[in-house]
């Protein structure tokens, strides 16, 4: 069974940067292929980027690319998501969301709760 | 960029059927996978590969998908199924490499 737990709410200002957290117990960060998908206020989910197992790089969606860094550290199976530059429309709930299943998933079996992220000025 | 058009709702009876479809350009060809999504709640997996059913998922979640729609049903609804439905998507060839559904609020009357 996996657990993935993220870091609180954040509110930013326009331009600054945020990074969120996802601390995974019951398997290793390395055995997983964690990605981030977000969602808007009262709006559907959007894939953000991943950990592609197959060639050990980060693929991101072309709309985040420049702006997006997904980072890991294996010795406390901890990914992080930092987002930069940020604008008002990047107020969303941040998930990390993977599948307890070698290789690159096809779906997300695994959810973290969610973090808030809210950019005003 | 892949699209993948639902109905924004969806109203049925407690105890009957509910229907949920998922169209998009031939996604007969393509793996569908659906997501049950509660207020204030992260996203959970309700049906994978088309028709797969993740363990602790109720019978009455059923999917299907051929052509240029696929269909989640809900079968003898009941209040708790009340929630948004996503449908997604892999796609090796577009951007992103997950599509999600626009999503489809579904109301217990």
């Known amino acids: 069974q996996v657990q993935l737990v993220q870091s609180g709410a954040e509110v930013k200002k326009p331009g600054a940067s945020v990074k969120v957290s996802c601390k995974v117990s019951g398997y290793t960060l390395t055995e997983l292929s964690m990605h981030w998908v977000r969602q808007a206020p009262g709006k559907g989910l959007e894939w953000m980027g991943g950990?592609?197992?197959?060639?050990?790089?980060?693929i991101y969606a072309q709309k985040f690319q420049g702006r997006v860094t997904m980072t890991e550290d294996t010795s406390t199976d901890t990914a992080y998501m930092e987002l930069s530059s940020l604008r008002s429309e990047d107020t969303a709930v941040y998930y990390c969301?993977?599948?307890?299943?070698?290789?690159?998933?096809?779906?997300?079996?695994?959810w973290g709760q969610g973090t808030l992220v809210t950019v005003s000025s | 960029s892949y699209v993948l058009t639902q109905p924004p709702s969806v109203s049925v009876a407690p105890g009957q059927t509910a229907r949920i479809t998922c169209g998009g350009n031939?996604?007969?060809?393509?793996?569908v996978h659906w997501y049950q999504q509660k207020p204030g709640q992260a996203p959970v997996l309700v049906v994978y590969?088309?028709?797969d059913r993740p363990s602790g998922i109720p019978e009455r979640f059923s999917g299907s998908n051929s052509g240029n729609t696929a269909t989640l049903t809900i079968s003898r609804v009941e209040a708790g199924d009340e929630a948004d439905y996503y449908c997604?998507?892999?796609?090796?060839?577009?951007?992103?490499?997950?599509?999600f559904g626009t999503g489809t609020k579904v109301t217990v009357l």
């Open positions: 590969d088309d028709s």
């Open positions: 997604q998507v892999w796609d090796s060839s577009s951007d992103p490499l997950y599509v």
């Open positions: 969301a993977t599948r307890a299943a070698a290789g690159f998933p096809q779906n997300f079996d695994y």
């Open positions: 031939n996604i007969g060809s393509k793996s």
């Open positions: 950990f592609d197992p197959e060639d050990g790089e980060t």
